[in-house]
């Protein structure tokens, strides 16, 4: 069983929806991550917290808007999304995010599709 | 940005076969990661490694993180259905860039019972 939790597993929504997919961690890890993955293509970073603050957006569309609530949780608030959105979105952990060779921990991901 | 070119893109063997692939860069890293995601799964980390030269194994799994830091390869023993997925060979930059893991395009392993 992974220890990084999403929920939900599946999503499907509109172009006019406004949903919010949810991370989970347990292991003390002090950055978290948003990915996204187009089927048999490797993960593509979206965002990193480190310390419950942003340090890296890769000039991700304002449509998709990440939270922090605390240092276990992770949130990514989804409005207006476009069909070429639909994908799997994946959340991972790391200790800190300060050093570099870090494994990241994923979860299952979020398979979201845009009708 | 740092590009990992992995190779080879997708294998067909029969079960009990050994398996290689591997990543290479024109930059210097001081790690090097392999990850194995199931259908359905996110990936799951099977080896880090860091130092170069590093000879690691897991299980049926052996990877070496190459001696000019700029490459590393995976092999996998005696393969059974059950590793069947899509293998990813990762790297963490430094610098200004702590926590971007890039990976590589995969390897697509189908196994034939």
């Known amino acids: 069983d992974t220890e990084v939790t999403q929920t939900p597993k599946h999503l499907v929504m509109g172009m006019t929806n406004k949903k919010s997919l949810k991370c989970e961690q347990h292991m003390g890890h002090r950055a978290m991550y948003w990915y996204k993955q187009k089927a048999k293509k490797p993960p593509e970073l979206m965002f990193v917290y480190s310390y419950e603050k942003l340090s890296i957006n890769e000039s991700v569309p304002s449509r998709f808007s990440p939270e922090c609530p605390n240092s276990s949780l992770l949130n990514l608030h989804l409005h207006a999304l476009q069909p070429e959105d639909s994908a799997l979105y994946l959340c991972a952990s790391s200790q800190d995010g300060q050093g570099a060779g870090q494994p990241q921990h994923f979860g299952d991901g979020t398979r979201l599709s845009i009708l | ?113």
Not at chain 2, 88 to 111: D, E, W
């Open chain 2, 1 to 113: 940005g740092q590009q990992l070119n992995q190779s080879p893109q997708s294998m067909f063997i029969q079960e009990g076969e050994d398996v290689s692939m591997n990543c290479t860069s024109s930059s210097i890293f001081n790690t090097w990661l392999w990850y194995k995601q199931d259908p359905g799964e996110g990936p799951v980390l099977l080896i880090a490694l860091y130092k170069a030269g590093e000879l690691t194994s897991n299980g049926r799994l052996t990877a070496q993180f190459g001696i000019t830091r700029k490459d590393s390869f995976l092999n996998i023993s005696a393969s059974i259905p059950s590793d069947v997925g899509i293998y990813f060979c990762g790297n963490n930059a430094g610098g200004t860039s702590y926590g971007k893991l890039t990976f590589g395009q995969g390897t697509i392993l189908t196994v034939h019972p």
